[in-house]
């Protein structure tokens, strides 16, 4: 069988040894967390070290009750921030959202419903994947009602300065929230939930090597204090109350282990994913393929523009080679038209539609590096240009 070379690691990753043997263990285990006997206890407790494994990895040792709440995906996360923080706004406060022209649907999505309400939402420009700080200055005030940016963007790598955005909003606006969608940022560029300084933070499973279908919500001891987050999802009063259904064991146990491995492993997979990138970086560069690279970037995904070859026809010729790459996000690919993701860091819609995503991950290896460059570079010589 040909090798198969996964480098789309952004759109999701390989389950690691860790999560499969922690939920293959959790298999046996079916008993419901809120049930009082005795395996419902056992239920609890696996439920509650999760909880303990996956605030770990983010930094926090000493989580009180309702500041990790599971959820089914990085998604319902954001829709739990969102809206439950939106729906919980008192009439007296502020209305406006600053958030980036780059966010993940599910954040652009959730905020275009709180326009619908009567919410001002301003994007900052991210053109080469920087943030527009005269927006943001512009934009700081009282009216200030919420912050939503992501740390590092899923289409470019970009890394954002959501520390230093969430403080100068929290300077100009003290009662602000701050979310920070961390997703494509978590366990691939160093931070705490301290150090990002957010109220609330997405994180999700399947970006770390964990099972699909499960995702996180971090809580701020002051949003819980000052009741700023209502539920979203209501019912028997799971997860502290904010999320009700009866909780995804098995994910979230393969959450917590993947969690916990990633973190553990941190000192030597960043520097290794870092020399994934270079390496990429530096055989490319000089040749017709154009890297999209913004000032700071996460050390796992790399941009790169192809000269007048569709993105889906050397996204075939890779594949048919067992290199698996990505043609913008796999979020967008439900998208018509090229990706607003990459119009947003500047390329037209021409070399927007002829851009590639690679996503690499710690299984990744320089072998493999050599065999996609090998792979583009016979690709340039054979593949059909387009004519403008
Ligand atoms: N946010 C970002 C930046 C992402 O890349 C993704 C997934 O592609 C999500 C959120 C959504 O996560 P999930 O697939 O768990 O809903």
């Not at 309702?66 to 439950?84: M, N, R, V, Y």
């Not at 939503?148 to 100009?172: C, D, H």
């Amino acid at each position: 069988m040909m090798k198969q070379i996964y480098l789309d690691n952004s759109a999701t990753t390989p389950l690691c040894e860790a999560s499969k043997k922690a939920m293959c263990a959790a298999m046996a285990q079916y008993g419901n967390p809120s049930s009082l006997h005795t395996l419902g206890a056992e239920a609890a407790r696996l439920l509650k070290q999760s909880r303990t494994e996956v605030g770990e990895a983010l930094g926090e040792r000493f989580l009180k009750d309702g500041q990790l709440l599971f959820t089914s995906c990085g998604t319902e996360a954001t829709a739990l921030a969102i809206q439950g923080t939106a729906r919980a706004k008192s009439r007296r406060v502020a209305s406006t959202v600053l958030t980036t022209d780059s966010e993940h649907p599910s954040v652009e999505n959730n905020l275009k419903l709180l326009e619908k309400e009567g919410f001002r939402v301003v994007r900052v420009p991210t053109r080469g994947g920087q943030l527009d700080m005269k927006t943001v200055e512009a934009n700081l005030g009282s009216d200030l009602f919420m912050v939503s940016m992501m740390l590092v963007n899923n289409e470019t790598g970009a890394r954002y300065p959501v520390e230093q955005i969430f403080a100068m909003a929290r300077a100009a606006s003290p009662e602000v929230v701050c979310h920070c969608d961390a997703v494509q940022g978590f366990l691939k560029v160093p931070f705490t939930a301290r150090s990002l300084g957010a109220d609330l933070i997405t994180l999700s499973a399947h970006k770390i090597h964990g099972p699909k279908g499960v995702g996180a919500l971090f809580v701020s001891e002051r949003m819980l204090r000052e009741r700023r987050l209502s539920p979203f999802l209501v019912g028997g009063g799971q997860e502290f109350g904010f999320r009700s259904g009866t909780e995804n064991m098995l994910g979230i146990v393969g959450f917590a282990a993947a969690a916990k491995a990633g973190a553990q492993s941190l000192r030597t997979s960043l520097p290794h994913l870092a020399a994934l990138s270079q390496k990429l970086r530096a055989a490319l560069e000089g040749s017709e393929i154009v890297l999209n690279t913004p000032p700071v970037t996460a050390p796992h995904i790399v941009s790169l523009t192809l000269p007048h070859i569709k993105s889906e026809t050397m996204l075939h010729h890779l594949a048919a080679r067992g290199i698996y790459v990505s043609a913008g996000s796999a979020c967008s690919a439900h998208a018509k038209g090229p990706s607003s993701v990459l119009l947003a860091f500047g390329l037209d819609s021409a070399a927007a539609a002829s851009s590639l995503r690679i996503s690499f991950s710690a299984e990744n290896t320089e072998q493999d590096v050599d065999a996609l460059c090998e792979a583009l570079t016979d690709g340039l010589g054979t593949l059909v240009r387009i004519k403008h």
